[in-house]
């Protein structure tokens, strides 16, 4: 063979080898990238080939499946009541995706999870097409049900959490979206997508979970923890020296409470009770900006949680000595979620054990085996069960003759704070209306704690406040949770 055949051989024995290194690199180290690729239209055509698996709640499918004319996927997904559980399952959607439950547990439920091969295999061999699991959760529909009406046209959010085991029972964020209008690939389909991300309300946030807000007095709750569990007070009933009005440190600024209420030097239960700002600005100051931000993270703050879906961080902030001050009020940057505020009501009736927050109870396999079960889990102590008890008797007091009263069920005893958190530059904007609460029964059983925020409502900027606008969404939820618990 001459020189120029040579090296032409030796030039096609190269391109070989390359093309056959290509073809193995994209066969087995990109093949997990290629096939969850967004781009990659038979992934979505596969997903939707066959009916999807369910959500449950109670024990009843939440959605469902139904054919298709016109395209070349076989399935889309429908949701009933999809308004009220859209927080909760997201959506899967031919051509937005999936979200949340939906996207989380999207092998589960088109069948496609690795612990789901013997299933596959079974339906291979026998020609039957392959089926999807279903995702059970720890909804209670009633729960959600009444967060949901009872929020009715305000914008906010409203978690319920059973503070024994850390289980979600109800998660509401409003205004809501049905997940059916979008489900499909068509035209239609893309005008209703368009105008959901076009609504300046935003129906597509999850609230609940993915929106910080300052906390506002709720967070007093947490200041009052640190107080007690850092020494600082011993007991609920003795007088704190507080100065009503109180000079912000390093400042010339005058801090005031709302109301006619006797705040100057109150006890930390009267300060809860009317809701004394003076008294918890300066307990915050003096338990320093370094341990509050050390008891907030007890209770949760600084961390993402994952339900599974993932949480935003709720955050106490790192900052001078007159806004710490402010943050011990649940203002300046201080934020939280409402789930976050949730866990701070449902560990101080747990006695002081913060549980983590779950809503992904079992994993369903076609032929109904559990696939995966998620066990309660402790967290952590976040106080000791002693001042969880103080705290609980503050809060109680906060219900029976304080600034929650419009909380109380017969028959029930209910602890509770209010707050409204200021909102905008100069508070310029209308506040934030809050409420978290737990209930206990008479067996001194605790099943249910709640968080509520009220973003906006069609009031008078005077009438805002969270005894008015969150105390009775909270109300309802757990009345709701009661009912199904006796």
């Known amino acids: 063979m001459n020189k120029p055949l040579r090296r032409i051989a030796i030039f096609c024995g190269l391109l070989m080898v390359a093309l056959m290194v ?36 109670d024990g009843k499918a939440v959605t469902g499946s139904k054919k298709t004319e016109g395209t070349d996927f076989k399935y889309k997904r429908t949701y009933k009541d999809g308004e009220i559980w859209a927080p909760v399952t997201g959506y ?16 589960i439920l088109t069948g496609d999870d690795d612990r789901l091969f013997f299933n596959q295999t ?16 720890t909804l209670d529909a009633d729960v959600q049900k009444a967060g949901f009406e009872a929020m009715g046209d305000k914008k906010g959010a409203a978690v319920a959490i059973n503070p024994e085991t850390g289980a ?17 690939s068509s035209s239609k389909d893309a005008e209703k997508w368009n105008a959901l991300l076009d609504d300046e309300d935003k129906p597509l946030l999850n609230r609940a979970l993915r929106e910080t807000y300052p906390p506002g007095s709720t967070f007093k709750v947490v200041t009052a923890a640190a107080a007690l569990e850092s020494g600082l007070y011993e007991s609920i009933d003795e007088k704190t020296d507080s100065p009503d009005p109180y000079q912000l440190p390093g400042t010339r600024t ?22 004394c700002n003076t008294v918890f600005a300066k307990i915050s100051h003096e338990v320093t900006n370094e341990k509050m931000i050390e008891y907030s993270e007890k209770f949760g ?46 560990t101080v009736a747990n006695d002081g054990r913060m ?79 809050w409420f978290i609460s737990y209930a206990k029964t008479s067996d001194d059983s605790t099943p249910v704690a709640v968080a509520v925020i009220v973003e906006s409502a069609d009031v008078l900027r005077d009438d805002i406040a ?21």
């Open 22 to 57: 290509r073809a193995n690199w994209l066969q087995f180290a990109q093949a997990d990238d290629l096939q969850n690729d967004k781009h990659n239209r038979r992934v979505a055509i596969d997903r939707y080939a066959q009916p999807r698996g369910d959500i449950i709640v």
């Open 92 to 107: 899967a959607s031919q051509a937005f995706g999936a979200t949340q439950l939906e996207g989380i547990h999207d092998g």
């Open 122 to 137: 079974i339906d291979m061999l026998t020609g039957e097409d392959q089926k999807g699991g279903n995702v059970v959760t």
């Open 168 to 184: 979600i029972l109800g998660l509401v964020s409003t205004p809501s979206y049905d997940p059916s209008s979008f489900a499909g």
């Open 254 to 275: 005058d801090m005031v409470n709302d109301g006619d209420h006797p705040c100057e030097n109150a006890s930390l239960r009267v300060a809860m009770q009317w809701s």
């Open 301 to 346: 703050f600084g961390q993402e949680h994952f339900v599974p879906v993932r949480t935003a961080e709720s955050v106490y902030p790192e900052d001078i000595d007159s806004q710490n001050a402010m943050a011990g009020i649940g203002q300046a940057s201080n934020r939280a979620t409402p789930l976050q505020m949730a866990m701070v009501a449902a």
């Open 355 to 433: 549980m983590e927050p779950y809503m992904m109870d079992q994993l369903i396999a076609p032929s109904l085996s559990v696939v995966e079960e998620h066990k309660p889990r402790e967290m952590g102590q976040a106080v000791s069960g002693e001042t969880a008890q103080q705290l609980q008797r503050m809060m109680e007091t906060v219900v029976e003759e304080g600034t929650g009263t419009p909380a109380q069920i017969d028959g029930v005893t209910v602890g509770g704070k209010t707050g409204t958190a200021q909102h905008g530059e100069n508070n310029e904007k209308n506040p934030y209306a």
């Open 466 to 486: 969270g005894s008015k606008l969150a105390a009775p969404v909270a109300k309802a939820m757990m009345e709701a949770a009661l009912d199904g618990s006796r």
